[in-house]
């Protein structure tokens, strides 16, 4: 077998090894800035996904609730709506019966600032956003449950009560459905996080009370306005602050303007957000860097308009 001989074989010279070692080196340090900056892609785009689901998922919500702002059942309306005595619904020890069954007034809000009857979750509700007030029955039918505060809706008139009564036919029974939202400087899955929360009517055994119940963490702000129809023509004429609104016929609000604000961590090194989103009546803007605003997540503004499909009487 023919070969090259030992005299003809050499080994690499030493700056033939640099050589190649820087060369291996330059090659080795190329693949991993590529791969950082895939990775930091990657995470960029997973925060930018997150934050667009957190955003959606909330005002989904809502947006659920509020179609059946007003409805009381498929009977007569909350004007002719009777309240059986005996309900008396609880929150951090105080009476709240007047607030929950405030029935005339399927929609509320509050300017932001908290002034419910109950305490937010750990005493943290966010400076400078505001409260959203929902009522209306369930849309199924309810099992008769004592302690759950219900509706027994029927044509001739009817009756709110929580001692667990079954509906007389042709009646059908329903669950008063209540619900605030409110956005907390923290949320329960994460404390450096603020959320969008719910205090909502349930029942504590036999009691009716409210309960204060997380719906998604990364939601810094809501804004709510509501959409007026004075001359009852069927269309909006101006939106008025929920302060504005509550002194107008409940009746004319036909419409609630939504505005969420959300965010996410940024997944991205360096990463810096301090873009302006000016509130929806244009009295503020909310800046990146704000205090409760960190310049380094990433958020996004959601607006969205909903009809109110169940008016007043």
Known sequence: MNGPSPATCRGLTLVELLVSMAVGLLLATGLGYTYLQAAAGRDGTESLTDLQETAQFAVDAVEADLRLAGFYGRGAGAARLTVLPGIAIRCDGSDVTPWVLDLAHPVAGHDEAWDLPCRARWNSPRAGSDVLVVRHASPAAASPTAGQVQVSARPDGSRLGSDGSAAAPPASLHDLEVRAYYVNDRSSFDGSR????????????????????????????????????????????????????????????????????????????????????????????????????????????????????????
């Not at 959300?262 to 009295?283: C, E, I, K, Y």
């Open 194 to 313: 603020p959320s969008l929360r719910q205090l909502t009517l349930t029942r504590n055994g036999t009691t009716p009370t409210l309960e204060d119940e997380e719906v998604v963490a990364g939601i810094e702000n809501l804004q709510v306005l509501f959409g007026l129809d004075a001359d009852s023509d069927g269309s909006v004429e101006r939106y008025a602050s929920p302060a504005e609104a509550a002194l107008a016929d409940p009746a004319d609000i036909v419409a609630v303007r939504l505005w969420l604000l959300a965010s996410a961590p940024a997944g991205t090194a360096g990463f810096h957000d301090d873009r302006s989103h000016v509130l929806p009546d244009g009295s503020r803007a909310i800046t990146g860097g704000d205090a409760g605003y960190p310049v380094d997540a990433r958020r996004i503004a959601i607006t969205r308009t909903i009809a109110l499909e169940n008016r007043l009487p």
